[in-house]
């Protein structure tokens, strides 16, 4: 008699423990899911003005390259002063040797002679 009791038990502690553990988790699981999705949809809203502002930042960043390009032209169209004349041109036009600047050849060619004349006088 004795193990037929003992196998109803284990039968009754089964029935009673496994829809337990069927039911309890998945409640629970849907009521994460929920809690989740409710803090989710919450959490966007709030966070949908950053991420239109991280979208504006992106596209800045993405065309900063030709505003980079704008400013190195800029750089070589920055104006440097002949040495000789003492006329502003642009460097990108200007003469350069070495350290030294001139407006056209004319004028390097004209300092180079003063300079031979310098040297001759
Ligand atoms: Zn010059």
Redesign the pocket.
Known sequence: MSPMRSANAQRTSRSKSSPRAHNGPSLKYLIIAVVAALVFVLVYRRVRPYLQLIQKVVNTLNQEPTERGRTTSQAEHKLVR?V??G?WVPSDKATRIGSTI???TE?LEKRSASNDRKLAG
Request: charged share 0%.
């Open positions: 002949c000789n004349c006329t001139y407006c056209s004028c």
